[in-house]
């Protein structure tokens, strides 16, 4: 067990505990309501994941309590079935597949997450509660509530690699560390989109883009509206976030409509809806959200119908980062896959962690020796080819 141990701050000389509690308790938890709000995704996100994206989640919330017995901070977990070698793809696991067909859950485990079913994951640290006593105290209790909870598998999801220092409790108790699929950054503070080519671009990258920007160059049709809530279009924008959702190779979290419905009307402050029309139709969207100096590209759709020929990723990529030089913001930042354009684009790989355990002492030392060489980012042949790669791991 990895104690908390004395120190200088106040809140390091007392020693805390965590408990489960619902939804419906979190009202009676003054501290939920100030979670996460330095982040874009702060407590409502939460909140809306709970009420629109339930089929395969059961989310929980683990109280941070002193030993007075007051609720101190609030971190959000939830439980779902997890296939430990998603994302390896067909060729990585045909064997697999052949035993599933007579035992159906082989390698799927019941899985206690830690952090977000839609984006990266934060501790919830507050003024009086420093991350490292969040991280430590959530160590201490975390194997005995999975076993609770009937889960086998315990997974710290997407944290950003600035919790390595935080984190490393975790690893002390048996955690093993590996990269998830890694978001990116770019830095947009140009003058211009133009600007922006001039300085970052190589001449053959900058000629390949002014090549797709060509296929849109004479259509006049097509133009962009930016807004805070999508309610009225929702139906239009729904059915082109599946397009791509159904082609993705790794899927995790399916969006639902009400997502982006309540998602505009509860988070406006920090939510921005993108959508391209050409004509009266709906060619394209994007669903941004904005934190400090950066914008925040979360969940793209498309009509295939078009955009392949249009080259519409290259053009709503352009417009989101003109609109956003035109707003002062100063970054760029993507979630993770479709890595090659931003390899071109000089995208930098903005890493991000997971951390997992079995709860069996005897399956994790199997488990720890297995996951760096389970989790696809060591197969990604783009994601090795940008600079700070080594960053990853």
């Known amino acids: 067990m990895c104690a908390i141990s004395p120190g200088v701050p106040s809140a390091r000389r007392e020693s805390f505990s965590i408990s489960v509690v619902s939804r419906a308790e979190l009202s009676r938890c003054a501290p939920w309501t100030s979670t996460f709000t330095d982040q874009r995704k702060d407590y409502r996100y939460y909140e809306i994941l709970d009420d629109t994206l339930q089929d395969n989640f059961e989310y929980r ?57 839609a984006g990266e994951a934060h501790l919830a640290a507050t003024e009086t509660l420093p991350v490292n006593v969040v991280a430590e105290t959530l160590s201490n209790g975390i194997i005995k509530q999975a076993r609770s909870l009937n889960a086998q598998l315990i997974v710290l999801k997407e944290f950003p690699s600035s919790y390595r220092k935080a984190l490393l409790c975790f690893v002390q108790c048996g955690f093993a560390r590996a990269p998830s699929m890694p978001m990116t950054m770019l830095n947009i503070g140009y003058d211009s989109f133009d600007a922006y080519m001039a300085t970052a671009l190589k001449s053959s990258s900058r000629k390949k883009l002014r090549k797709k920007f060509e296929a849109t160059a004479g259509i006049s049709d097509i133009r962009m509206s930016v807004t805070d809530d999508a309610t009225s279009f929702v139906d239009e924008i729904y059915p082109l ?28 402050d920090k939510v921005r809806f993108f959508a391209w029309r050409r004509g009266n139709i709906l060619v394209a969207f994007s669903l941004c959200m904005v934190q400090g100096d950066s914008l925040y590209a979360e969940y793209v759709g498309f009509d295939y119908a078009v955009a392949l020929d249009l080259h519409l990723y290259h053009y709503v990529v352009r417009d989101m980062i003109t609109w956003g030089i035109s707003k002062g913001y100063k970054w760029f930042r993507s979630s993770g896959l479709n890595y090659d354009p931003k390899l071109h684009m000089r995208h930098r790989l903005d890493p991000i962690d997971l951390y997992a355990r079995h709860t069996s002492a005897f399956a994790n030392a199997i488990f720890g020796l297995a996951l760096p060489w389970i989790v696809p980012v060591r197969y990604d042949a783009t994601l090795k080819l940008f600079p700070n790669y080594k960053e990853l791991w």
Not at 80 to 92: P, S, T, V, W, Y
Not at 241 to 263: A, G, I, N, P, W
């Open 61 to 117: 919330y683990f109280a941070i309590v002193d030993d007075n017995g007051h609720v101190r901070a609030i971190q959000p977990f939830f439980l779902a079935d997890q296939d430990i070698l998603e994302g390896l793809g067909a060729e990585r696991t045909y064997w697999v597949s052949i035993v599933r067909r007579f035992f159906p859950r082989f390698l799927k485990l019941r899985a206690l997450m830690v952090g977000c079913s």
């Open 241 to 268: 976030y599946l397009q791509v959702f159904e082609r993705s190779r790794m899927q995790f979290e399916k969006l639902t409509k009400d997502f982006f419905r309540q998602l505009g009307q509860r988070m406006s």
